[in-house]
Each structure stands twice: as structure tokens, then as C-alpha cells.
């Protein structure tokens, strides 16, 4: 038992918790199972694309800075 939960509560805090909180998945009012994988893809996506470009930054500090520049963030994803 202790594996178990050892295995999924480091699941949710290295996936679940970072779409929450970086990106807001919990305040979703979507109750459609397609929409709602669809869209963690996409989160899990764009996490990995910008854990490679963090550096020295923290992950929230690093959103905040590209919320404000919307041309790089397109040009990361392009790159990709």
C-alpha cells in the first residue's frame, strides 16, 4: 500500500499539481472526459516545452515574464 501511494502522490505533484496551479485545470467547468484529455495533453505540452527554457527560473516566475510577451511564446511553439 505504501508503494502505491507513494507512486500516485508523486504523480499528482508532478503533473496534476503543476496544470492546476501554473494553468488553472482545476477551474474548469467542462464536465466533457474528451475535451478535458485533450486539454491536459496540451497543458503537459507546453510544460515540457518550457521546462527546457527555464534556466534559473522558477516556473511561475517564467509565465509571468511570457504572459507579457506573446510573440515569444508563439515562437516557442513554432520551434517545436
Known amino acids: 500500500m505504501d508503494l502505491i501511494r507513494g ?3 508523486g504523480a499528482e505533484i508532478r503533473n496534476h499539481w503543476r496544470r492546476d ?5 482545476d477551474r474548469s467547468r467542462s464536465r466533457q472526459p474528451n475535451l478535458l484529455a485533450n486539454l491536459a495533453l ?4 507546453l510544460l515540457s516545452l518550457l521546462s527546457e ?3 534559473e527560473q522558477s516556473l ?4 509571468e515574464r ?3 510577451t506573446p510573440k515569444q ?3 516557442i511553439l513554432a520551434a517545436a
Open 66 to 68: 511570457f504572459c507579457s
Open 7 to 9: 507512486h500516485w502522490g
Open 53 to 55: 527554457r527555464l534556466g
Open 42 to 45: 496540451i497543458r503537459n505540452a
Open 21 to 25: 496551479v501554473l494553468m488553472g485545470e
Open 73 to 75: 511564446c508563439l515562437a
Open 60 to 63: 511561475p516566475q517564467f509565465r
